[in-house]
């Protein structure tokens, strides 16, 4: 086995799939701007962050300046660009306690920089939100739900840990540690060629863990996918690949994450669990049929979202490829098998146009014969799992078809998908 150390910059919001739907800042409350500071012609936002762990703010304030001058100082204005992105060159300082190293990423809500932190010595992730009302709203729910989830995530192993908060010229900027590259990432990175099984087994346990943790605390993620799951380390191994799909010499090997810990990111979409939510939740290939037809969608809806992304692990592509929900239900009924009656019954006014006569209006309303080519092609779900996993395909299919029910009242838990048997074996 050839073992190289390969360090990465992680592009965690980089490469958003043409799929990726908008960014909504729906459900959000009004937040009050944070407040900033003006010393001396410079920003310094919420000083009281800047503050180590035990330190009063006012002891920090003079460290930030030396004889009137903020230290580090902060680069001249420059206006954001058109779509509200903060402007920044590499080797500037954001505030005088991050000095700006690289871009990692960049996504509807902004850009990702790496940042050296002089204060605890260490690079970190910082995410720039757009100067944008909603974004910045969204961001701010974001940050609550970050702090409520560090408060009871002793030691931090299951979400991406926050380490600090500030308004920076109009743009909300979280500090988090910095973690490994997004499975899609290592995924497309790798020419999307599976994880072996016993990677996704050990993926998939620390993602349940990960989700049934928020559950209990009454908190649903409602937008989880490869995206925003993120390796905690970027070191990989190339191990031989006996699947091999080219001639290329490079493509006798694959790479293979040197270590399965990960850590789930990207709160701007969490909430609470209420009754009758009903708005859009979930991007397009990982979203649940519920939130579809319309029915309201609860925390199932998440483990809807897991049983799709471990079937990707699985394979290296998204289970169900489409942009369009007619074509997505009669994707999941070729997959799965046909949708309950009880649900096509309930569909909201949206959803009424996808069903006749209480089926799926398929392919009679197909948009195009390539569309209902696109369904044909699509195996069921056993044949799919048979065909890339050779040894515990049988638990591994029966874990998922409980993860993918289509009534939200029947499918799996978190912890109950957790005792299943495909969890019980041991790694080879």
Request: hydrophobic fraction near 35%.
């Amino acid at each position: 086995m050839e073992m190289e150390r390969v360090f990465e910059f992680p592009h965690t919001h980089m490469d958003r799939r043409p799929r990726k739907r908008a960014r909504l800042g729906w459900d959000v409350p009004e937040v009050p701007k944070a407040q900033v500071g003006l010393f001396f012609g410079q920003e310094v936002a919420n000083i009281s962050s800047y503050a180590p762990s035990g330190v009063p703010a006012e002891n920090t304030t003079s460290s930030l300046f030396v004889k009137g001058v903020a230290r580090n100082g902060s680069p001249p204005w420059r206006d954001d660009d058109k779509d509200g992105h903060y402007m920044f060159a590499v080797g500037e300082n954001l505030t005088s306690r991050y000095k700006i190293h690289s871009k990692m990423g960049e996504g509807t809500f902004g850009q990702v920089l790496e940042c050296w932190d002089r204060e605890r010595k260490e690079m970190v992730a910082i995410k720039i939100v757009r100067g944008i009302k909603k974004y910045r709203e969204a961001a701010m729910i974001e940050i609550e739900m970050l702090q409520q989830l560090g408060k009871h995530d002793i030691g931090g192993n299951r979400c991406v840990q926050i380490r600090n908060w500030f308004d920076y010229r109009n743009h909300i900027c979280i500090v988090f540690e910095k973690l490994g590259p997004s499975l899609y990432d290592f995924l497309r990175k790798n020419n999307y060629r599976s994880f072996p099984i016993d990677l996704v087994r050990e993926i998939g346990r620390q993602l349940l863990e990960c989700i049934a943790f928020m559950h209990d605390l009454r908190m649903i993620h409602t937008d989880l996918k490869p995206e925003n799951i993120l390796l905690v380390s970027s070191d990989y191994v190339k191990v031989p690949d006996y699947k091999i799909t080219s001639r290329s010499p490079n493509s006798y090997f694959k790479k293979v994450p040197k270590s399965c810990a990960i850590k789930v990111i990207d709160f701007g979409s969490t909430t609470y669990e209420r009754v009758d939510q009903s708005y859009i939740v979930s991007t397009r290939h990982y979203r649940a049929p519920e939130v579809i037809l319309g029915l309201g969608w609860s925390h199932p809806c998440d483990i809807w979202s897991v049983g799709c992304i471990l079937v990707e692990l699985c394979t290296g592509e998204a289970l169900f490829q489409t942009h369009e929900n007619l074509e997505h239900l009669a994707m999941m009924e070729r997959v799965l098998g046909p949708l309950p009656l009880h649900m096509l019954k309930r569909v909201d006014r949206h959803a009424e146009k996808y069903v006749r006569r209480s089926k799926l209006d398929w392919p009679e309303g197909a948009a195009s014969r390539e569309s209902i080519k696109a369904v044909l092609k699509l195996p069921r779900l056993q044949n799919l799992i048979m065909q890339h996993v050779d040894h515990s395909a049988g638990d591994l299919i029966h874990l998922l078809q409980g993860l993918l029910r289509y009534d939200p009242s029947e499918r799996l838990s978190a912890k109950e998908a957790l005792r299943h048997s495909f969890f019980m074996r041991r790694s080879h």
